[in-house]
């Protein structure tokens, strides 16, 4: 049987958890480990403060009891420990989320859900990434009023493919992003992650710098520049689900010696 890590960025608690690890049930052995608490945003992150404590818990999925654990560290470590600490064999698959709130555009980095699939793949571990797109005020606290069954009909899908076949060399993760109001049998199509930024930051408001200001977000996106065939445009415009093959290899595509004419001193 292959070995399946489910892990997330919205902690333990997370329903998004639980029906990730009910998607995929059955597809293999399971290994669940999660953060102890709420890391969105943390992109692949290593924090100093955590301790990497590792703490036993039962999750209950469909009435029966999984055991998983709970691990003081981001996503990103929470895939080292679970590989090095927790795994009896080698992983086959990693499958993140499912994450409140979706993951398109240039933003992907930030996403802890994104950091713990680039971890895996770091690895040579084939990973999903999945998020359902979900109001803003959704995103970190964990409502259960977001309904997570469509979203976990396409990981189950997605799982089953990458269990039986091998991606193509520079394939390292797919990210998947799911409309809210999408269904079974909404399509989905192979994007390419855009240029554009999905969340724009809105500037703290306060009176004085010194001032304690968290820095705020909203969807914006500039519509009349959006590339076609970008996952912010399948999720938003076109309403599909958005699937984006994304690699390790963040060399840029365009021909190296094209930038070394173009950086090399005339008088060199």
Request: proline share 8%; charged share 20%; hydrophobic share 45%.
């Amino acid at each position: 049987m292959p070995l399946i890590l489910v892990t997330n960025d919205d902690g333990i608690e997370s329903p998004g958890l639980l029906a990730a690890i009910q998607a995929v049930r059955g597809l293999g052995d399971l290994l669940v480990a999660a953060p102890t608490r709420q890391w969105s945003g943390a992109g692949r992150a290593f924090a100093r403060e955590t301790s990497g404590a590792i703490f036993p818990r039962m999750l209950e999925v469909d009435g029966e009891a999984i055991p998983a654990f709970a691990i003081d560290g981001t996503p990103a470590q929470v895939v080292l420990h679970a590989l090095l600490e927790l795994a009896p064999c080698p992983l086959d698959l990693v499958v993140v989320g499912i994450n409140y709130g979706e993951n398109p555009g240039a933003d992907v980095t930030c996403s802890g859900t994104i950091g713990a699939a680039l971890q895996g793949a770091t690895w040579g571990i084939p990973a999903l990434a999945v998020s359902r797109q979900a109001p803003k005020e959704a995103h970190l606290n964990l409502s259960d009023q977001v309904d997570f069954t469509v979203a976990a009909h396409f990981t189950r899908y997605f799982a089953c493919r990458m269990l039986e076949v091998a991606l193509p060399f520079d394939v390292d993760i797919l990210k998947v992003d799911v409309p809210d109001h999408a269904t079974p049998a909404t399509p989905w199509r192979l994007t390419r992650q855009s240029r554009q930024t999905y969340f724009r930051p809105v500037p703290p408001r306060r009176e004085d710098l010194s001032q304690p200001g968290r820095m705020d977000y909203e969807a914006a996106w500039d519509i009349q520049n959006l590339e076609p065939d970008s996952d912010i445009y399948a999720l938003v415009v076109d309403r599909v689900v958005a699937v984006t093959p994304l690699s390790l290899d963040l060399t840029s595509r365009t021909d190296l010696a094209t930038i070394a004419q173009l950086l090399r001193d005339d008088e060199e």
